[in-house]
């Protein structure tokens, strides 16, 4: 019989189609194999309701609560009378705080999981025996003082008060939980010189992973057969369309870098592939050979068939799991500076890191000219290196009490 343990997230785990839902669904794995799971989570896009009995045959217990974004923007507004963070409101739920009271008492529960800082509030007032580990993944604070930067008026204002209020809650966090984990070394070590020295040694590395046998370009699949594209001479770029800086990212490639592309390959297209893009995005279908696709079942055809993948992010914090994911199937990757923390020693022969709108252009047009390339120097890298079990093996040592200096 295993021992049960207590897991809240902040959305469902499934499917795993974006960046915080490809950690907490391969979490939801790995717990799985140790601990009687009991989940307890949001769903926020009622596309992901299909994927319910999927969570539960990984769990003892579930709880789903449905939110709808609109209703918890409106909650989120109690931030500014309150003084807390916005993000705190938007995921408050009494129904969610009253099941997590039972579970921990009727289940007698002594070890508790959190991803997402907003989840912590459920268990700041939690009992003393219970042993707490938190993954913030990164200081999403700093995100907010990132977006503040870019921002104009009253927004840029709204901005610089959540990074304020949420720096002071992941503080808060911090000192209260067992363990705070984070997904790099850059990560870690910026947010140790946020907190008192006291709770410095509570604050670890727990890094991202990525599953090599479901993203391949040598299984005998039938992607290319399934997915008949209409171009095949193209770059690509991934990530779910309604987070800012996957928006920021792309109108930024298609303003500096994407014109000078296109006059030297007029051939060329550049895809844009990935769920609930803005009205700004769609705008760009079909101008200056853009493709916006919105929703894809499936990924993987996509970058199976690019020329290379671009991930130009000026937002970035934590490892980008677009650039895992281009590796893994073997692809040329040109990436920003600012996307690429927590992957030191990647192999330079086919990954690029470049700011620079000319070098970025001439990289892409040498990519476009060549036959696809098998970047399999890179994917041997992301296997030796990047094992979802390897990666979160440390958890299990966080859950008994284990910290590293």
């Known amino acids: 019989m295993k021992e049960p343990l207590l897991y809240l997230c902040h959305r469902i785990p499934f499917p795993p189609n974006k960046g915080d839902k490809i950690t907490t669904c391969n979490v939801l794995k790995f717990l799985n194999k140790h601990f009687d799971v009991y989940l307890g989570c949001f769903i926020d896009d009622n596309f992901d309701k299909r994927y319910v009995d999927d969570v539960k045959a990984l769990c003892k217990e579930t709880l789903f609560i449905s939110l709808n974004p609109s209703v918890a923007k409106v909650k989120g507004l109690k931030a500014f009378i309150t003084g807390d963070p916005i993000t705190v409101p938007y995921y408050t739920h009494q129904k969610m705080q009253s099941w997590v009271n039972q579970v921990i008492h009727q289940q007698h529960i002594k070890k508790a999981f959190v991803y997402s800082g907003c989840m912590a509030q459920y268990l700041l007032d939690a009992p003393e025996h219970l042993h707490k580990v938190i993954d913030f993944a990164d200081i999403d604070s700093d995100k907010w003082r990132q977006y503040s930067k870019r921002a104009k008026g009253i927004m840029r204002y709204v901005y610089q008060r959540e990074h304020i209020t949420l720096a002071d809650f992941e503080t808060k966090v911090a000192e209260n939980f067992d363990v705070s984990c984070f997904i790099s070394e850059t990560e ?104 916006v696709t919105g929703r894809v079942d499936d990924i993987r055809p996509y970058l199976q068939h690019a020329k290379a993948a671009v991930a130009p992010m000026q937002i970035a914090r934590g490892i980008q799991n677009k650039i895992l994911e281009a ?14 923390e927590g992957l030191e020693g990647y192999p330079t022969q086919y990954l690029s ?53």
Not at 242 to 258: E, L
Not at 327 to 340: D, F, H, N, R, W
Not at 375 to 403: H, I
Request: aromatic share 10%; net charge negative.
């Open 188 to 291: 870690v070590k910026q947010f140790r010189a946020m907190v008192e020295p006291e709770t410095r040694t509570k604050v670890q590395l727990l890094e991202n992973g990525i599953d090599c046998i479901y993203f391949s370009p040598h299984e005998p699949n039938k992607l290319a057969e399934n997915y008949p594209l209409t171009h095949h001479n193209y770059v690509v770029f991934t990530g779910a369309m309604d987070y800012h800086p996957n928006i920021d990212a792309v109108h930024w490639f298609v303003k500096h870098v994407w014109p000078q592309v296109l006059a030297a390959q007029p051939d060329c297209y550049f895809y844009v592939v990935g769920s609930t893009p803005p009205k700004s995005i769609t705008q760009l279908n079909n101008q200056q050979n853009v493709v």
């Open 327 to 340: 590796m893994a199937m073997a692809k040329p990757v040109l990436a920003s500076s600012i996307g690429m």
């Open 353 to 405: 890191v470049a700011d620079d709108p000319q070098e970025i252009t001439t990289w892409l047009i040498d990519k476009l000219a060549q036959s696809n390339q098998q970047a399999d120097v890179s994917r041997q890298w992301l296997e030796d290196n990047f094992s979802w079990d390897a990666k979160l093996t440390p958890l299990l040592g966080y859950l008994e009490g284990e910290r590293h200096e």
